[in-house]
């Protein structure tokens, strides 16, 4: 019976191999499909084309979340990306190698790839052995086309280009910049990753050098977006870093279009322990010399075990309470709540980047037709 079965299975398969194999002959048989296939990607790339024109501004894993979701709607994004990382992969090539820092600049990157799954497991391939142990690819990427191009932001782009992604990625600045902080106490602390643990004590942030400089193509960005999107991520090291570069902060002032700020899902311990959302606010405001114009914040549910596993981290959900609508009010913001809230395999807490996207798009095309 078996021997029978098998015989027929074979029959079959051949029969069928037989089939395709004439039909594949056949001159519109792949043509059809294929002629199918291009249309529809011209089609969607033509919507995509016609999406608005955000920038972003920001860095870390909020701002490539956020360009994730965006690239489904629109191509026509700059991601600004703060170089001010000091962490990792990306703290021991600026020691060693004396670039700018490029994590931030990667994951912006994949996040704007097609497809970023494929592309971010290798990119985000970490050798384990040797002196490259702890370095992944796409930072060594980065710093070897920088090292052949000679010029980061070059770099940058040349990587944009070679892997065809939907949209721009920018550093904010091409100079080596730190970040510094006075202390309630007077103190001063250098570096984002002292900043990131004393964010409760921090009076003043500024880099250093003061004056550096923006590339012209940030500029041009910002005077030709339609919103400008700052956030979500880390408040102190992702944020407002982009915003004390003078002249970004300038344009972004002059702009008429929205500036739109995303808080964060949640505080972050060490740097905005006990911060409210109009703690928040009033610094991007400070930083800006003007407050936003719309806030952005989450109103979703958070599940219980998820709260109680970044309580213990230090962490507070961050939602608008109604003290924060009256501040937010009186500074003149739009507060917009939405369920934002996304959990990654039962664990981690992110931001649902389509409806994050969805939100902003739909802002945009009421501001469009108001």
Not at 46 to 69: D, E, N, W
Not at 344 to 367: K, M, P, T
């Amino acid at each position: 019976m078996k021997s029978f079965f098998a015989y027929v299975l074979g029959l079959a398969t051949a029969v069928l191999t037989t089939v395709l194999l004439r039909m594949r002959d056949r001159p519109n048989f792949y043509s059809t499909s294929r002629r199918k296939k291009e249309a529809f990607s011209r089609a969607v790339e033509y919507r995509l084309s016609m999406g608005p024109y955000v920038a972003a501004l920001g860095g870390g894993t909020g701002l490539s979340t956020l360009l994730r979701g965006l690239k489904s709607f629109t191509r026509n994004i700059v991601a600004v990306v703060t170089v001010t990382d000091e962490g990792g992969s990306s703290g021991r090539l600026r020691e060693e190698w004396g670039v700018l820092p490029p994590g931030d600049v990667r994951n912006c990157i994949v996040a704007l790839a097609e497809n970023d799954n494929s592309l971010k497991r290798l990119l985000e391939f970490r050798f384990d052995k040797g002196e490259l142990a702890g370095h992944n690819l796409g930072n060594l990427m980065l710093l070897a086309t920088s090292e052949q191009l000679g010029d980061f932001r070059r770099a940058v782009e040349e990587m944009n280009n070679l892997l065809a992604i939907r949209g721009r990625v920018l550093p904010v600045t091409t100079e080596s910049v730190t970040l510094v902080a006075e202390l309630s106490g007077g103190e001063r602390i250098r570096g984002e990753l002292a900043i990131s643990e004393h964010g409760r004590l921090i009076r003043k942030i500024w880099l250093e050098p003061r004056d550096a400089r923006p590339p012209a193509d940030v500029l041009r960005a910002i005077d030709e977006a339609e919103i400008i999107v700052l956030g979500p991520g880390s408040l102190f090291t992702s944020v407002i870093p982009n915003l004390l570069i003078p002249r970004v902060a300038d344009r972004i002032r002059k702009s008429p279009v929205p500036r739109i700020y995303i808080c964060n899902l949640m505080t972050q311990p060490g740097e905005t322990d006990g911060f409210s959302l109009s703690d928040h606010v009033r610094w991007i405001a400070s930083a800006m010399d003007m407050p936003p114009d719309y806030v952005i914040a989450n109103i979703g549910e958070i599940p219980p075990a998820i709260v109680e596993k970044y309580r213990r981290e230090g962490a507070a959900p961050l939602t608008a309470t109604d003290r924060d609508i009256e501040e937010l009010d009186e500074m003149g913001c739009v507060l917009i709540e939405e369920n934002l809230v996304r959990i990654i395999n039962g664990a981690l807490l992110r931001h649902d980047e389509q409806a994050l996207s969805h939100l902003l798009i739909r802002l945009c095309r009421e501001l469009r037709e108001g």
